[in-house]
């Protein structure tokens, strides 16, 4: 069974960093896609960013590159996604996501 947990979560102040981890199980991170994703209160869930098997990012929202990082650790079986330059507005539940697997969701706070 495939499992996804993510981490790292929490209260951060504006300008601060946070780093999410989502290690996977019942599957092995070799040839994949996967996506971080986040849902702000009262918004749709939007793709935050994506990074593929070869441990390329391919994709970034507009708001948040030049300020966050996706990558993998394959011999980890984990994906991560290192925030800086935390905005309020990056306040939000974030959630990995590998094809149809989803994890439980890590919730983001920025605020002073």
């Known amino acids: 069974q495939v499992r996804l947990v993510e981490s790292g979560g929490g209260l951060a102040q504006p300008g601060g960093s946070l780093r999410l981890s989502c290690a996977v199980s019942?599957?092995?991170?070799?040839?994949?896609?996967m996506s971080w994703y986040r849902q702000g209160p009262g918004k749709e869930r939007e793709l935050v960013a994506r990074?593929?098997?070869?441990?390329?990012?391919?994709n970034y929202a507009d708001s948040v590159k030049g300020r966050f990082t996706i990558s993998g650790d394959n011999a980890e079986n984990t994906v991560y996604l290192q925030m800086n330059s935390l905005k309020p507005e990056d306040t939000a539940v974030y959630y990995c996501?590998?094809?149809?697997?989803w994890g439980q969701g890590t919730q983001v706070t920025v605020s002073s």
């Open positions: 996501n590998l094809y149809n697997w």
């Open positions: 019942g599957f092995k991170l070799v040839n994949y896609v």
């Open positions: 990074i593929n098997g070869a441990g390329t990012p391919t």
